[in-house]
DNA sequence: GGCCTAAATTAACAGTGTTAAGTAAGTGAG
DNA sequence: CTCACTTACTTAACACTGTTAATTTAGGCC
């Protein structure tokens, strides 16, 4: 009766394989650079097994950058429950977001910078950015800290937290697609952007 | 001798022809979801006429988006050329480059939201966001003025810029790619962005 | 040993961007 | 008027792409 979950077990490693070729191509080149032929020669099987662990292409990349996703989700708890001062903690977390959009380019792309394909009813609208909205929970939850300890302006967390996210993005998705631009010094732009962010949604003290 | 000028105008007009074309057909359904077969389709004539025009896929485009741009760079150049509050110039310019990329999210999408592909020695690197460095200029002037008026906390106008400018790509991008998520009024998010970007920048007075 | 199921393969389709070779038309010279 | 030549355009083809249907191969069970 173990032979039904010996078969399991195969069938989760090469599923497991897949993944990893296929992340380790994207990360080099790219998703769209990276056809399911060459993922196949590279774990030396043929292209049409890989359909039978991934309904399809767009699938394997989101399985993809859902695994990747969860690293980013581990640093930001463990930011999350640091004790001390919320907008301290809140500028850590903004930093790490940052930090790992350019840490993975390729993923970022994927999760961030593409549009969802159409056909996005009901789950499929849900689903793709399920880590992106994770990500998200922790940044509102670092707003409403700030908010509980009276350091915010205003107590629209919501509004608060959707701007900093476009901030966060906006550094990291333009250092990703225009690395050649004259920027300047990357530590200096990115608490640059940071600081500048959340000054703006501090009160004025003194 | 008026036969040569005849030719080139005709020649003129068909480019233009293909332009427009292919812009209609970016503009419904997205750069990389129409093929040159269908833009020739549309203007018959033969998929490989419109590489007599244009080198490939990606000139297209590029021209198509620098046609669209320029109409950015009008709206700016109106803006900056207003008399009045720096501030208040600075933000109008900020949102007119944020309703700008809706209104396009295309050609947004494709000057600042794609990578730049791999080969980019020398013109290249420089070509093809000459549109996007233009109108970065705009913004740095606005933020000069700013500055030489003694508005802002830091005279360093590259990384105030810079700040800003991520700012605003990040709203654009994020509603560009991510037009279901629950955000919040987009008025107010607009709004919202602008200001806290440019209250971290300012002095704070009183 | 034969059967059956599951896994993996081969062949094929419809499409892509792009290039090389070939064709038709219109101009200028003899 | 005719021949050569240039220019504009088309046809055919290449080397890919993601994906599907049909087919083969392999392993466990009776």
Redesign the interface.
């Known amino acids: 009766m173990g032979v039904r979950e010996r078969r399991a077990r195969e069938k989760r490693y090469l599923r497991q394989e897949i993944l990893d070729a296929a992340s380790e191509l994207f990360v080099k080149e ?1 998703f769209e650079n990276v056809s399911m032929r060459r993922i196949a020669d590279r774990i030396e099987y043929s292209p049409t097994t890989i359909y039978l662990y991934f309904k399809d292409k767009a699938e394997l990349l989101e399985s993809i950058c859902q695994e990747t996703f969860s690293k980013l989700m581990q640093r930001l708890s463990k930011i999350l429950e640091q004790p001390g001062d919320p907008i301290a903690r809140l500028k850590r977390g903004l930093l790490a977001y940052i930090e790992f959009g350019l840490e993975n380019p390729h993923h970022y ?1 994927s999760t ?5 394909p159409e056909g ?1 009813d009901a789950e499929k ?1 849900i689903k793709p ?1 399920s880590a ?1 909205i994770q990500a998200f929970d922790f940044l509102r939850r670092c707003v409403y800290d700030c908010i509980a300890a009276g350091k915010f302006k205003s107590k ?1 967390a ?3 937290s ?2 900093l ?7 990291t ?2 250092l ?3 690395s ?2 004259p ?2 010094d990357r530590k ?2 990115l608490h ?2 940071v ?7 501090q009160v ?1 003290e003194e």
């Open positions: 790219g792309r961030f910078m593409t549009p969802i996005f609208y950015e992106g629209d919501e509004l608060a959707q701007t996210w476009a901030g966060m993005h906006g550094v998705s333009l990703i697609t225009h050649h631009f920027w300047v200096r732009l640059g952007v600081d500048t962010l959340v000054a703006g949604l004025h």
